[in-house]
């Protein structure tokens, strides 16, 4: 996204502003964006829990000296305020909305079934003009959940003043997807089912619950990760290059790619896989099994680490699986797209196949290396595998800071349309559903390893 130069002025409204998300992410994100772009942001907060202006001030400065120095929030604190209440109830609404001294951000920092209360109540004020609501996911509950939100919302304001946000869309590496198969003749001519053999998408983390059972335990891995974030990851990596790179365009070339996507051979039970770690060491750490962690009900069976084989049947993907993983309290931090294509036959002479060429895409580190095969270096008549490495400046931008200048702006590029959160609900309710009746056999792992053995 280009700097613009007409200074805008917006109200930035936390509903939620005492959770973790506030705390831990948006507020830095906000930071970051603030450290960089000269916008008028006036920052409200409301949540129940009693909090003065003084301490909401407190909590700004602290989240800007996480990205730049706590004196850099000073400009924004004056104009800062916190109101305490239960945001549900209208007339509560109504008085934050009276707060707001420029266009309001409805930021619904909340759990899922409080911002569907909160869409409810709002219809029964005015909003003013260019309101915009920014949604956290999960996106609703279950696809009639997400459309009877999306019909809720359309109440309220027009799409494009809609921000459902995916942070992962606001990662740099997550972009470069886009200018790494569109920029180079390199990638575009190859990027297909005829040269490509599987596509993995990978969010392995070293965390744990860190005291978020309550939230966690009612999604588990696949909801909270492969359903949101790295859905959006395979719509970029497949789509159809956009004629332009806006939010009709771009946006429209995903949700293609969404509609296409189903479970591999339409069989849940075969193509997906679930486990929950139990206790063990992450590094130094100790972690309890996730069974025993506090707010967890071991009986929902919840899943911590999650593996599902997608296919997007198009011209351009029919027959390559889409292998998407996301797990807790694993062994190693991985953070990957990786591209693996189809093998070149055996060269006579050369003693053996040639490895596959990959892409690998490290979305944290900003690394990418191409897996090339070569002669060998001691003996030129055997094949030798390569790795060619470049290495991005991810930027100081945040990903949270990049999807909330989208929203000061005005911008929905990289938020998602109504219908692809929709999507991304249809693509995985066959998995739920399976799931939940038990024909996929929850696994376990032990936290620190690398997954259940043969995954
Ligand atoms: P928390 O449970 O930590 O915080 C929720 C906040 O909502 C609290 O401040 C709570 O405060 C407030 N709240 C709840 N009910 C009401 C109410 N009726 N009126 C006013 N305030 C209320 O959740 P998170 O911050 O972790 O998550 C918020 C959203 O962001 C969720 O949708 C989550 O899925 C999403 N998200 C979170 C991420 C994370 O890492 N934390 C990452 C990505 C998305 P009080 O009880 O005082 O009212």
């Known amino acids: 996204m280009t700097k613009r130069r007409a200074k805008k002025s917006v109200s930035l409204l936390i509903l939620g502003a005492g959770g973790d998300l506030t705390k831990r992410l948006l507020l830095p994100g906000l930071a970051s964006l603030l450290s960089a772009h000269d916008y008028d942001v006036q920052v409200l907060g409301a949540a129940r829990e009693e909090r003065t202006d003084a301490e909401w001030r407190q909590l700004i400065r602290d989240s800007f000296g996480q990205v730049t120095e706590p004196e850099d929030a000073d400009r924004y604190l004056e104009s800062a305020r916190y109101i305490t209440g239960d945001v549900t109830d209208a007339e509560q609404l109504r008085t934050l909305i009276a707060a707001c001294e420029h266009t309001p951000i409805i930021y619904f920092a909340l759990p899922p079934a409080v911002t569907t209360q909160v869409c409810a109540a709002l219809r029964q004020l005015d909003l003013p003009d260019g309101t915009r609501l920014a949604l ?239 002669n060998g270096s001691g003996d030129p008549f055997t094949l030798e595998r390569s790795i060619l490495q470049a290495t991005k400046d991810l930027g100081d931008l945040l990903p949270y800071g990049q999807v909330l200048q989208g929203i000061v702006e005005g911008d929905p590029l990289l938020s998602v349309r109504a219908d692809m959160a929709e999507e991304s609900w249809r693509i995985f309710e066959p998995v739920l559903r399976a799931w939940r009746k038990g024909e996929v056999p929850l696994e376990e792992y032990t936290a620190g390893s690398l997954g259940p053995k043969g995954w």
């Open 136 to 374: 956290e996911k999960p996106f609703g509950t279950d696809l009639k959940s997400a459309r009877a939100l999306n019909r809720q919302i359309a109440l309220l304001v027009p799409e494009e003043q809609v921000f459902r946000i995916d942070h992962f869309l606001g990662m740099s590496m997550v972009l470069n997807i886009l200018g790494l198969r569109f920029a180079n003749q390199f990638f575009e001519s190859v990027w297909n089912g005829r040269r490509i053999e599987r596509v993995e998408i990978v969010y392995d983390e070293l965390l744990g619950l860190e005291g978020r059972g309550g939230y966690y335990d009612h999604a588990g891995a696949l909801v909270d990760m492969l359903q949101s974030h790295l859905l959006e990851v395979l719509a970029l990596v497949a789509m159809e290059q956009p004629p332009r790179l806006n939010e009709v365009e771009l946006r429209s070339n995903a949700a293609q790619v969404l509609r296409a996507t189903h479970v591999w051979d339409d069989d849940p039970a075969a193509s997906s896989r679930r486990a929950r770690y139990t206790a063990g060491k992450v590094g130094e750490r100790s972690m309890p099994s996730y069974a025993d962690e506090p707010g967890v009900d071991p009986a929902l069976q919840t899943e911590t680490l999650a593996r599902v084989t997608l296919e997007v049947n198009t011209a351009r993907w029919q027959g390559v699986p889409f292998v998407l993983r996301s797990g807790k309290a694993l062994g190693k931090y991985v953070t990957q797209v990786r591209v693996h294509m189809r093998p070149v036959p055996e060269i006579p002479g050369f003693g053996g196949a040639p490895a596959p060429d990959s892409i690998m895409l490290d979305l944290k580190s900003g690394a990418v290396e191409l897996g090339l095969t070569m």
